[in-house]
C-alpha cells in the first residue's frame, strides 16, 4: 500500500530521459496521453504499451513501477470484470483495462521523471496562478516526507501492541485512527513551520516571478522528440493515409 | 536474553544497514549505541522488537526467532521509546494514552487502571491525567512516552535519542529513571549521541560505523582508545578529556575530579 505513491513522486536518477529538455517531456507527456485517451484497438494499445515501456527503462524507474504494479493490476483487473458485466465483451473490456494501465504508466512515468521546478515550468505554461501553483508545489515536495512520518508512525503504533491487520474491515479501518491523528498533527505542524521559515525570509515580498531553470534545447533532444513522436505519425499513418 | 547471530539487513532500496551483527543483551545489561548518523542503531534498534526481520541471520528473544512472532508479540517484552513523541499521541487524555497499549496486549480493565496510576506517578504526570498528551511540553510528552511503555513493564526497554529536546533537569531525571530501571533487572539499550549523558550511565557501549560493529566495551575503554574514537568520529565527555590533560584515569563524575584536583593542590 505505502509503495503506490512513490509511483508519482519524482525520482532523481541520472537517465536519458531525466535530462532531455522540459519542453520535450511535456510534449512527450500530452503525445502519449491523447493517444493512450484515444486509442481503442488492442494491437494500438500494445503498441503504444511498448514504446512506454522502453521510456520507462530508459528512465531508469521500472523497479518503482514494477513494485506499484500489484495494485494497478488488481485495479485493472475490476475494471475488466465490471466492463464485461456490463458489455459483455471480452475484447472492450480488456481495451479499457488497457486504456486504464497505459493512463497510470504515463502519469506515473511523467511524474517520476519531471522534477517540481519543471513541473512547476509546467504550471506556469499552463498559467496556472502563481499561489496555487505554490500550493501544488509544496504540496508535491511534502509527499515524500509524509511517507517517512507514516512508516514513522507506523512503527511507534505496532511497537505499542497495535496489530492492524487484525480484525474484521471495521476493525482494520479503527486500527487506521492511531496513525491517522498523529500524521494530520505533525502535518499541519510541519506546513506552519514550513510558512513560518518562508516568512521569515521575506518569501513573497516581490511580485517577481523568478524562475531557476535553464532551459538548454540540444540535438539529443530532437531525436527523442522524434522517437517518442512515432507512435503518432504510426496512428496517424495507419488511420489517415493507409486505412483512411 | 536478546541474541543477534550474524544479522544483515538489507533496505528495498539496496543500501545494507546492518552487516554481520553478532550481540546478546541480557536483562540487567545497559548498553549504549553510538555511531554517526547512518551508522545503522535506528535499523538494528527496529530488530529488537521485530519491526524490522533480518535479510540474513537470526535475532533471538528469549530463544524465540522474531521471524516467527509478531511484533505484538516481541513488543510485550521489548518496549521502544521512538525518538519523535509527537508521532505516537494520538488520544484525548494522557490517561487514555497509557491504556493504548496496556488494551492491544489484552490487560484488564482493573489492571490497566493500577498500572495507569503506577505509571502517572513514576513520571510525575498525575496532574496531566485528564490533560490533552498535546497540550503538553516537549519533556513531558517524552516522558509521556516512556509511561506509555513502562506500563506493561516489559523485560527490555530501548530509547532511541532520550534526551532530544530535554533540558538539564529532565535529562538528570532521565538518568535517575534508568538507574531505577536497571536496579529492577531491566535491559536497557540507548541510542544517543548524547555522550556526556551516556558518560553519567558508564553503560557498556557498542559503536557502530557503516553497519557493523567496530568496538563493544564498556564507556571508559571506548574514550581512551583514540583509534576507535578517530574511526567512529565520537568526541569524548569534558571529564574524560580532563583527566587526559591531567594524566590521570577517567573521572567518572565531578566530584571524582574535585577530590583529585583538591588532593593536588592541598585546598
Known sequence: MFRLPHSFIFSRQDSLIHRLDIRVKIIIFIEFLI???????????????????????????????????A????????IFILNLIISKEIIISLSYSLRFLLIILTSSSFFQTISPDELEYFLRLLRVPRYLRFAFISALRFVPLLMLDLIQITDSQRARGLELDKGNIFKRIKNRIPILIPLIISTINRSSQMAEALETRAFNSTKKDVLCLNLNFEKRDLIFLFIFFLPSLLTVGYYYIIYP | MIEFHNVSFIYPNGFKALDEINLKIREGDLLALVGENGSGK???????NGLLKPTQGKVFIFGRDTKELTVAEVSRYVGIVFQNSDSQLFSETVEDEIAFGLRNFGFSEEDINLRINFALRLFELEIYRKKSPFLLSGGEKKRLCMACILAWDPRFIVLDEPTVGQDFLEKEKLIQMIDLLR???????????????????????????????????????????SSILDQSNLIPPQLVELSKHLSTKAFQTIEQAKEWIKKRVNV
Open chain 1, 35 to 69: 493517444l493512450s485517451l484515444i486509442l481503442f484497438n488492442i494491437r494500438d494499445q500494445l503498441t503504444l504499451l511498448s514504446f512506454l515501456g522502453a521510456l520507462i527503462f530508459l528512465s531508469k524507474i521500472e523497479r518503482r513501477i514494477l513494485n506499484s504494479l
Open chain 2, 183 to 225: 536496579r529492577k533487572g531491566k535491559g536497557i539499550v540507548i541510542a544517543s549521541h548524547d555522550i556526556e549523558f551516556l558518560w553519567k550511565l558508564q553503560p557498556k557501549m557498542v559503536v557502530m560505523k557503516n553497519g557493523r560493529i567496530i568496538a563493544y566495551s564498556s564507556a571508559e575503554e571506548i574514550f581512551s582508545n
Open chain 1, 71 to 78: 495494485f494497478i493490476t488488481f485495479l485493472m483487473a475490476m
Open chain 2, 42 to 48: 535506528t535499523t538494528l534498534i527496529k530488530h529488537l
